[in-house]
């Protein structure tokens, strides 16, 4: 791997540069954001829409292309953090929602829609019972709760740095502001993501290193000799907030033995990896079949819908009423017929094929761009969803992403790439997500882009 270091005032010129070509380019969406800030906390809907001095707003979306305010046509590697691994408007979703809005679009009451799609889901995760929620959120908030009532106990684990929806009990050990709090590998401390979070709930919220079995094992095992056993470990197979950061061998069989030698309930969140690599997620890719698993995002090809799968033993403390798992628009007629038309007919395997191969190219194209210029990044993904990662050491948890991954040219990068139509998520955390629907011109665009950075920093 490379060994030279980036300029750093190279970098902050470079950022000058492109955010004052930015702004002039923008207009539209600077008078958007003075009108939307009187109403709405940032200017946006969510705060991770929000951007300093100002977000760009968009219009519409066709394949893998996007539309600002500006009229500007931008290649869409952002992709809802995911949510659009089918492209934008994809015709076979539009028919779908189409002929089912006409018929009704919400009931409160079930349609045969969402048994056909429990039925899907249950062959491709390999878990046989099923419900609809409306988000990756509510999945694994769902999740936790029913991971609790069926093992009688309170305290759950996540990985630190993972990210798990914005409920209370997952609102905990995403980041931190101190790295001096972290606490050491053995016993991470448990660390509020942002204010209004229960002190209750950040105290059952346990933290623990990914891809490090014998540290993982200290904590859990410590909390079952302290008669204060999880009732579950919710976790990412695969780390999608950190760029991406693959299980090394062994880990996630090391983490299923422990989990099944204490009784606790195994939760895969797949909210990002399912769907959008793999027709059965994480369970297809990596060959370990956890107790439960959340989908969301990419489910419904753009409409709100989640999904919680689980075994029969487990799932029975919702089937005989002791767990209330409830919601209005749970099996919403509109996200069940665009759930269907998109895992029977948009999402095949001559799909995931396409991916594989736009995937590869992106890899293959990034890494000699870092190999040319003796810079020091390189490249992980899987299926639609990759990354490259400005460090020089690999990154294989939270602890080494924050210390090595240079978070000031991953900043840069999201100028560079707006500044020539491409937009990517913010921050280095999930940088790419492809849809089916990009093509080779889109895959070489962003290549090109990548290369203007490398070469500008590195001159």
């Not at 936790?144 to 997952?170: C, L, N, Q, W």
């Not at 016993?187 to 709930?201: C, K």
């Not at 991406?244 to 880990?251: A, C, M, Q």
């Not at 870092?370 to 993904?381: A, L, Q, R």
């Amino acid at each position: 791997m490379a060994e030279c270091v980036p300029n750093r005032k190279r970098i902050a010129e470079l950022m000058e540069k492109e955010e004052k070509i930015l702004e002039k380019s923008t207009p539209k969406s600077h008078e958007l954001y003075k009108r939307a800030v009187k109403h709405m906390p940032m200017g946006v809907a969510s705060t991770y829409q929000a951007r300093d001095p100002y977000p760009i707003y968009f219009t519409h979306g066709k394949g893998p292309h996007i539309w600002s305010v500006e009229g500007q046509e931008i290649a869409d590697f952002h992709n809802g953090f995911g949510c659009m691994v089918q492209g934008h408007a994809h015709p076979v979703i539009v028919e779908a929602i189409q002929k089912r809005a006409p018929l009704g679009t919400q009931f409160a009451l079930p349609t045969e829609d969402s048994i056909i799609m429990a039925e899907h889901l249950a062959g491709a995760f390999k878990l046989p019972q099923w419900r609809f929620v409306n988000s990756g959120s509510e999945a694994t908030m769902d999740a936790i709760r029913v991971a609790r009532a069926f093992t009688g106990r309170e305290p759950i684990v996540k990985m630190f740095g993972s990210y798990h929806g914005h409920h209370d009990y997952v609102m905990v050990s995403i980041g931190a502001l101190d790295y001096g709090k972290i606490g050491p590998r053995d016993d991470y401390a448990s660390l509020s993501y942002g204010a209004g979070i229960p002190q209750s709930s950040i105290d059952l919220t346990i933290p623990v290193p990914f891809n490090d079995i014998e540290n993982m094992t200290k904590r859990i095992e410590r909390m079952v000799e302290e008669g204060n056993p999880p009732a579950c470990v919710i976790m990412e197979a695969a780390m999608m907030n950190l760029g991406v950061v693959l299980p090394e061998p062994g880990f996630l069989e090391g983490v299923r033995a422990l989990t099944k030698k204490h009784g606790i309930v195994l939760i895969f969140d797949d909210v990002k990896v399912g769907i959008c690599t793999s027709r059965g997620g994480s369970v297809e890719r990596f060959g370990v079949v956890p107790d439960m698993i959340t989908l969301g995002k990419a489910l419904a090809g753009g409409t709100p819908c989640g999904a919680i799968g689980g075994s029969e033993e487990i799932m029975a403390v919702v089937n005989d009423g002791t767990v209330f798992q409830v919601g209005t628009y749970s099996g919403n007629p509109l996200g069940m017929a665009a759930a269907r038309a998109s895992f029977e007919t948009v999402m095949t395997d001559d799909a995931y094929k396409h991916l594989n191969h736009l995937n590869d190219r992106i890899i293959a194209g990034c890494d000699a761009v870092c190999k040319k210029h003796d810079f020091p990044g390189y490249t992980v993904g899987i299926s639609s969803k990759g990354c490259v990662n400005f460090a020089l050491d690999t990154i294989t948890d939270y602890e080494s992403f924050i210390k090595t991954q240079d978070h000031e040219l991953v900043a840069l990068a999201w100028l560079y790439n707006i500044n020539r139509g491409i937009i990517i998520a913010p921050g280095r955390e999930e940088e790419w997500t492809l849809s089916i629907t990009h093509t080779d011109a889109d895959i070489d665009l962003y290549i090109s882009a990548f290369e203007d950075l490398v070469r500008d920093v590195t001159a």
